[in-house]
């Protein structure tokens, strides 16, 4: 028996920069006596001659649409095809139209019934468990189905999953129900012992959400040397020591929601814990300890007039962020954002190739503006001259923050 899994192309590219985790998590998870293939189609392309018993797929938004063209075309040659992901988990009486079963949720604990219904050749439509798995034991991911050197980043590793936060715009606390659970700490680092290379890049959506667990994470990492890269709040700034410890466990930079630079959206967003008047002084504290930001902001909010565009780019290019990356605001089905704009009548299409782009009525500021806005500030941040002065102070792995910058650069040439 063979099953392939499939990673949809992402529109807008920079789908090689890592690869995805929970494929080769999923991958792992087959039995041994099962043939797996992965595709992941930002590197590679499908051959959809080539025979299966069953494919799987794993979706977001972005790239749904992608999904159901590739789910079809299988399906039109005779193959099972099981959908799983965000989109699906949300709109799964949508995503069922091209599929003959959708998991809804974590997949790797209702996989093995997936499993015995292939063999059994009776595939249910939906899968779900009511429940969320604890995290120990996760099966160490199937990297050796992948193209090492396709990626910038190979190594991703999941320490935590899900946030303690509640962000109106987040699919990830939606889904996940705010918990944050976390696998073992000598679970993680007996797989972080098996990987080649000088970079770690722990995909977790906030590696500090726990500072206890995650101090005694960075602990046991610090005597082997390495160097990752993660995503965290801004909290972990306003901890001494949690900071302290990222720095010697080899932090050489951290992606960071900062979101706005204005405090009434943040407040709309209901992130609660940033606030711009720290700002500047969380990212000293950051820098200070050779660690470099990636800081993203999102634009759209119901609060953000035509000002926030050249309020953010100063506040970028003052602070000095090694790199960044703006986006419109999107209402992912499922979230809050989702349903305010959907009652409010503010949703101009559903049409899911649109949204990378903009899908909703902006309150202050016409849908050109914020367009417009939006890419400016892509443009005006990635200019050869804004790279130079903002990456001129010395860090880790200055090499991997310099290729960061140079390919959103031509990725801005290329698509804006």
Known sequence: MRILLIVPHVPAGGGNLAPHLGIITLAASTPPDIEVSVIDENVENIDFSDRFE???????????????????????????????????????????????????????SIWPNVIRDLRKGKLKK??????????????????????????????????????PFRCSYCSVSTL????????????????????????????????????????????????????????????????????????????????????????????????????????????????????????AFIFGFDHDDESIFERTVDFVKRNRLDSVSFSILTPFPGTQVYWKLLNEKRL??????????????????????LIEGCTWAWKECYSYTSILKRLARPKRLWFIHFLLNFGYKQAIDKYI
């Not at 193959?79 to 959708?102: C, R, T």
């Not at 050197?149 to 946030?163: A, I």
């Not at 101009?348 to 050109?368: A, C, G, H, T």
């Open 348 to 369: 101009i299409s559903k049409d899911w190739n649109r949204y990378s782009s903009l899908v909703f009525e902006p309150k202050l500021m016409s849908r050109e503006k």
């Open 126 to 163: 939906f899968y779900r468990k009511n429940t969320l798995e604890n995290l120990n034991n996760t099966p160490t991911p199937r990297r050796d189905l992948l193209h090492r050197k396709s990626y910038l980043m190979f190594n991703t590793v999941e320490t935590s999953r899900g946030c």
């Open 54 to 108: 069953m494919v799987g797929i794993s979706a977001m938004t972005p790239t749904v649409m992608r999904a159901y063209e590739i789910a079809d075309s299988f399906r039109q040659r005779g193959v099972p095809v099981v959908l799983g992901g965000f989109h699906p988990s949300f709109m799964y009486k949508e995503a069922i139209q091209h599929s003959d079963s959708v998991v809804i949720g974590e997949a790797e």
């Open 176 to 295: 996940f129900g705010h918990t944050y659970r976390c696998r073992p700490v000598a679970e993680v680092v007996k797989e972080v012992e098996t990987l080649k290379g000088i970079l770690t890049f722990f995909v977790d959506d906030n590696i500090a959400g726990i500072p206890k667990r995650a101090k005694n994470l960075f602990r046991a990492l610090i005597p082997y040397r390495r160097k990752w890269i993660g995503q965290a709040s801004l909290t972990i700034a306003r901890d001494p020591e949690l900071l302290d410890l990222a720095a010697r466990s080899g932090c050489a930079g951290l992606f960071i929601g900062f979101e706005s630079v204005s405090q009434e959206s943040l407040h709309e967003a209901a992130k609660t814990i940033n606030f711009v008047s720290r700002y500047a002084d969380d990212i000293k504290k950051i820098h200070d300890r050779g660690i470099a930001i990636h800081g």
